[in-house]
């Protein structure tokens, strides 16, 4: 199982950006993909998540502003982030979710190892 981010880095605010999550095969056909962040000091939370039916789900913060999409040839997952703000800055992960459901991080069960995103003001 391996999960492999891109497209972080430094923008200013009201800019854009768009990460990818690059996914096996088996792994990219998991119940959901999802995206987390992680600001220092504070707990990993959920941005969005994206289920095999291609439904998808994002939390309130980020909602009108991220979209999540993915990519079923090239197995990968993405998330274009516009209008970011300084509170966007964070840790962004890549996860997968095998089975059940939720959008806790302790309903995911593979996780990729995470790509910095910051938003200067």
């Known amino acids: 199982v391996q999960l492999v981010e891109s497209g972080g880095g430094l923008v200013q605010a009201g800019d854009s950006l768009r990460l990818s999550c690059g996914a096996s095969?088996?792994?990219?056909?998991?119940?959901?993909m999802g995206w987390f962040r992680q600001a220092p000091g504070k707990e990993r939370e959920f941005v969005a998540e994206i289920r095999w039916t291609s439904s998808t789900t994002y939390a309130d913060s980020v909602k009108g502003r991220f979209t999540i999409s993915r990519d079923n040839a090239k197995n990968t997952v993405y998330l274009q982030m516009n209008s970011l703000k300084p509170e966007d800055t964070a840790v962004y992960y890549c996860?997968?979710?095998?089975?059940?459901?939720?959008?806790?991080?302790?309903?995911?069960?593979?996780w990729g190892p995470g790509t910095q995103v910051t938003v200067s003001s």
């Open positions: 996860a997968a979710r095998t089975r059940g459901w939720g959008t806790d991080p302790s309903s995911y069960h593979y």
């Open positions: 095969e088996r792994t990219f056909s998991s119940v959901a």
